[in-house]
């Protein structure tokens, strides 16, 4: 059974590559920002640091994009 949660006051990146992720996490300016991953593909993120880490994803070469 697939179970889903609704959270308020949580952002939520999810990726096409699970990589990308661990990428994300092994990445010491990020780590303090991001929460649990919630999937394979998805990690919670503070949301006041969503900003910085669009910034971050792109200069490490990805293209993040931001639905709000």
Known sequence: MNQR?????????????????????????????????LSENTIAVQPQAIQEVTRRLQALGHLPRVNA
């Open 5 to 37: 949660k609704l959270h308020d006051g949580i952002a939520v990146i999810e990726v096409t590559d699970p990589l990308i992720l661990t990428e994300m996490e092994s990445d010491a300016a990020l780590r303090p920002l991001l929460g649990q991953r």
